[in-house]
């Protein structure tokens, strides 16, 4: 498990929250050469393009969240939270007594996910018309745990700036791997005695309905799945 990491200056700014777009952010500049409206994006497409996006690294414990999170991290030059770090201690408690956490002991640690993951959002300065983007470490195991992060329930909540937009990177990876990997891990509070209910509880993501969703073999080198990590985040920023 890594330390939360703090979110660097440049993402900070004292703007107080707005309930409007922008003015650089409602209108479409124009060239007085470009006179086509074909030549110029809709300020919807101007909007979509700086949504905050929020990229929660998902999948079992001990697939890699914390180490590739991290990697990605440092990378794309982008701040990076682990999930762990969002738990109630009750939950930590009890994950470290080897007791699998339920639906309800999950729901308020991923609604917390998601509005920190707002909060540093609205936040982010928009500078040079850099889209914000916020890397997350979360288990995400269910469809209804991904549908509580990607919080479309608050996409027309005024309060934020922007509401940021969510999108998965599975690593996925066999039981095989799985096990040697946390078998092999000291001093984490999720042993390996947890990586059946784990397995138990995960849903896969189905890629053909969840289209924000971008998987990853882990059963390679950690430079490997880095590597693939960052593309794959690329093309879901894409979206
Ligand atoms: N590609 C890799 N090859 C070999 N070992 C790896 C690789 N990726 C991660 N590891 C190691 O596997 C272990 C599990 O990784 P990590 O702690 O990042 O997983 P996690 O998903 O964050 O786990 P948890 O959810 O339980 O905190 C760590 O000891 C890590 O160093
Ligand atoms: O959903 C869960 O069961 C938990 O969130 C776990 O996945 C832990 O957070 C993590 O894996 C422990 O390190």
Redo the contacts with the bound molecule.
């Keep these: 498990?890594l330390t939360t990491l703090s979110v660097p200056l440049a993402y900070i700014s004292t703007r107080p929250r707005h309930a409007t777009l922008p003015a650089q952010m409602a209108t479409v500049p124009r060239s007085p050469n470009s006179l086509s409206v074909s030549n110029v994006m809709s300020s919807e497409q101007t909007m979509q393009s700086k949504r905050p996006a929020l990229v929660i690294i998902m999948g079992?414990?001990?697939c890699g969240?914390?180490t590739i999170g991290e990697g990605l991290a440092a990378t794309l030059e982008v701040p990076f939270i682990d999930?762990?770090n969002l738990?109630p201690q009750s939950?930590v408690d009890k994950?470290s007594r080897g007791e699998?956490?339920t639906d309800q002991d999950?729901e308020p640690?991923l609604q917390r996910i998601h509005k920190h993951a707002q909060e540093l959002s609205d936040a982010a300065e928009n500078r040079n018309s850099k889209r914000p983007v916020i890397l997350i470490a979360?288990?995400?195991?269910k469809k209804i745990?991904r549908d509580t992060l990607r919080g479309e329930e608050h996409v027309n909540d005024d309060t934020h700036f922007l509401p940021i937009q969510t999108f998965f990177l599975y690593l996925k990876g066999s039981r095989e791997a799985l096990q040697k990997r946390m078998a092999a891990r000291k001093g984490?509070?999720?042993t390996e005695r947890?990586l059946a209910?784990?397995l138990q509880?995960l849903e896969e993501p189905d890629l053909s309905t969840e289209k924000d969703v971008r998987e990853v073999d882990i059963d390679r080198s950690r430079e490997e799945v880095l590597a693939e990590a960052v593309a794959a985040t690329q093309t879901l920023l894409d979206l």
């Design positions: 498990m079992t414990s001990g969240k914390s999930g762990d738990h939950n994950m699998p956490l999950r640690w979360c288990s995400a195991l745990y984490h509070f999720m947890m209910s784990q509880t």
